[in-house]
């Protein structure tokens, strides 16, 4: 079992930054691949942000790419969402997932682990 809690959402202007944080407890972090993913009101959960379990691999989607950057640190057991240039249609709750398969990341249904969410508004 593994426990996610992500913390640093809030509310912030369109064209700033934020950063998300997820800590991992409970069975061994560095065995899972790691991602992001949001829930606007009114539409389905969708993938952000995936890295797998040594860092060496990341995938993002189209819509963030060039402006999200996912990282890890194994010995704290975080993941982490770096999101510059903000625009009103990122808001959403963003949820941290844990899954052990890398070609299983961009799909909701396949996660093994969810975290509660943290609520992300960009005000335009």
């Known amino acids: 079992q593994v426990q996610l809690v992500e913390s640093g959402g809030g509310l912030v202007q369109a064209g700033d930054s934020l950063r998300l944080s997820c800590t991992a407890s409970?069975?061994?972090?560095?065995?899972?691949?790691m991602g992001w993913f949001r829930q606007a009101p009114g539409k389905e959960r969708e993938f952000v942000a995936a890295i797998s379990w040594s860092g060496s691999m990341t995938s993002y989607d189209d819509s963030v790419k060039g402006r999200f950057i996912i990282s890890r640190d194994n010995a704290k057991s975080t993941v982490s969402l770096q999101m510059n240039l903000l625009k009103p249609e990122d808001t959403a709750v963003y949820y941290c997932a844990a899954v052990t398969r890398w070609s299983w990341h961009q799909d909701p249904g396949r996660m093994d682990y969810w975290g509660k969410g943290t609520l992300v508004t960009v005000s335009s």
């Open positions: 409970g069975r061994t972090f560095g065995g899972y691949t």
